[in-house]
Nanobody, 124 residues
Framework: QVQLVESGGGLVQTGGSLRLSCAASGRSISVDGMGWFRQAPGKEREFVAANSWSSGSTFYADSVKGRFTIFRDNAKNTVDLQMNSLKPEDSAVYSC?????????????????WGQGTQVTVSS
C-alpha cells in the first residue's frame, strides 16, 4: 500500500510561483513513478506532469511545459511540483498519484493511490 499526502497549495497572483509536495509512505512493487493531476470546477481531471523513478524521465502536459517542473526529493521522500509563471487557468485542485509500472504516463487510469488534493488559486 502507498499513502500520498499533498501540501503547498494556496493563493497566488498571476505570474507568481508555488511549490507543491507529495509525501509518500509505504511501498508497492507495482509503482514506478508519480504523477500530478489537476481538476478545475466543472472540468475533468487532467494530467499535469509525471516522473519516472527508473529512468528519471519527466513528462508534461503542453499547457505547463516550460513553466512547471516535477522532481523527486529523495531526502524528504517527496515528489514536488514547482510551478512558475502561474496563470488564472492553472487554478484547480492538484492531486498526486502513483503510476502503475509499465503503463502510459499520460492516462489517468494508469494511476492509483490518489492523494486528497491541494487547492491552487491564481488571481488575475
Amino acid at each position: 500500500q502507498v499513502q500520498l499526502v499533498e501540501s503547498g497549495g494556496g493563493l497566488v497572483q498571476t505570474g507568481g510561483s508555488l511549490r507543491l509536495s507529495c509525501a509518500a509512505s509505504g511501498r508497492s512493487i507495482s509503482v514506478d513513478g508519480m504523477g500530478w493531476f489537476r481538476q478545475a470546477p466543472g472540468k475533468e481531471r487532467e494530467f499535469v506532469a509525471a516522473n519516472s523513478w527508473s529512468s528519471g524521465s519527466t513528462f508534461y502536459a503542453d499547457s505547463v511545459k516550460g513553466r512547471f517542473t516535477i522532481f523527486r526529493d529523495n531526502a524528504k521522500n517527496t515528489v514536488d511540483l514547482q510551478m512558475n509563471s502561474l496563470k488564472p487557468e492553472d487554478s484547480a485542485v492538484y492531486s498526486c498519484a502513483a503510476h502503475w509500472y509499465g503503463r502510459s504516463w499520460f492516462a489517468l487510469n494508469n494511476y492509483g493511490y490518489w492523494g486528497q488534493g491541494t487547492q491552487v488559486t491564481v488571481s488575475s
